[in-house]
């Protein structure tokens, strides 16, 4: 009768253990924790710092485009001085591989073991070329040129203009500028570096104005005047009335006499105290038109000469000094 109760109770004992054994074997086993289905990208997994853990490459590519690609996609606001202009991303190559980014970012947490915190970075470049040849359009446009140094006549009144230093776009340091800032746009907009642009004249060069009425020859040099006494053609061979400039000089020169009926039968003259043309000769660039002294003092302050206009001789040899080639000589 013992023997009896002790076999069931052992029966019943090794009932209670095979039992949930059989229960498992009729159950599917669980997914592995933190799997990532298939077509979804692994949580955690960022692409250029947005978030595309749990969504479909589609979703994610969509995600990216709108954050990341859109806005880098409007025009970059740039700044020269007071001067606005403006970079579109399209015209300069701006691209962004999306696609490439979004395989990358999949490979984690399926073929490639997920790290925390996964960034994968966005490939974005500009067309270097492209971009230079826009910025120097550009900056071709916007530059401030260097004012140089001149003098003008309003009438008989010297209107000076000085010196100014101009500015221009430092192409290569601002190429730099603009493709970095294309490819982040971590500001609103962008100062483009200048650089100066010196004037060719920085002091104020001669000019002559002759008074043909007055017999006087004044000369503007570095804001300081000096008046000369001069002759001027004779009514039948009159100085010329106009804005002119110097297109010779010459020391010491020979005369040949002009093709004029008044010079007939005359020979050239060389250097020496019976030369008309005295020791310095000023040609302006009206024909055969100069500026020069005269070994006949006594004619300065008449109408004497056949056009030009003569000087004494010292104060001819001073003037020649003092300007140069391309020297305005205004005749009124």
């Known amino acids: 009768m013992r023997w009896r109760a002790v076999k069931l109770l052992s029966i019943a ?39 595309v853990g749990g969504l479909t490459r589609s979703t994610a590519k969509a995600l990216v485009l709108k954050k990341r690609v859109a806005p880098k996609r409007k025009p970059l606001a740039l700044r020269f001085g007071k001067r606005r202009l403006a970079i579109h991303p399209a015209g300069v190559g701006y691209r962004a591989d999306v696609d490439y980014a979004v395989r990358g970012a999949y490979t ?23 971009l230079r040849a826009v910025l120097a359009a550009k900056a071709s446009k916007i530059a401030v ?20 230093s101009g500015s221009k776009v430092r192409l290569s340091a601002a190429q730099r500028i603009v493709e970095r800032a294309l490819l982040t746009r971590r500001r609103r907009s962008y100062r483009l570096p200048p650089q100066r642009v010196l004037p060719a004249v920085t002091t104020h060069p001669p000019a002559i104005f002759i008074e043909r009425g007055n017999f006087r020859l004044t000369l503007f040099k570095d804001g300081k005047t000096r008046a000369f006494r001069i002759a001027v053609g004779q009514p039948a061979y009159p100085t010329p009335v106009g804005n002119f400039h110097i297109v010779t000089r010459q020391v010491n020169p020979t005369w040949f006499p002009p093709n004029s009926p008044w010079a007939a039968g005359i020979g050239p003259v060389p250097p020496g105290p019976a030369n008309p043309l005295g020791t310095r000769w000023m040609g302006t660039s009206a024909t055969a038109i ?18 030009c206009i003569r000087m004494h001789i010292p104060e001819a040899e001073y003037l020649f000094d003092q300007i140069s080639i391309g020297t305005p000589v205004i005749i009124r």
Do not use: C, W
Request: glycine share 12%.
């Open 145 to 164: 040129p260097a004012v140089d140094a001149a003098i003008s006549f309003a009438g008989a009144r010297p209107v000076v203009r000085s010196a100014r």
């Open 290 to 307: 100069g500026i020069h002294g005269t070994p006949s003092p006594q004619t300065v302050g008449t109408r004497a000469s056949h056009g």
């Open 13 to 51: 004992i090794a009932g209670s253990v095979i039992a949930p054994a059989a229960a498992m074997a009729q159950d599917p086993p669980p997914a592995p924790s933190g799997a990532t289905p298939t077509g979804v990208i692994a949580q955690g997994v960022k692409i250029d710092g947005v978030a």
């Open 108 to 130: 984690y947490g399926h073929t490639r073991p997920l790290e925390s915190k996964m960034n994968v970075p966005l490939r974005q470049s500009v067309n270097r070329s492209k």
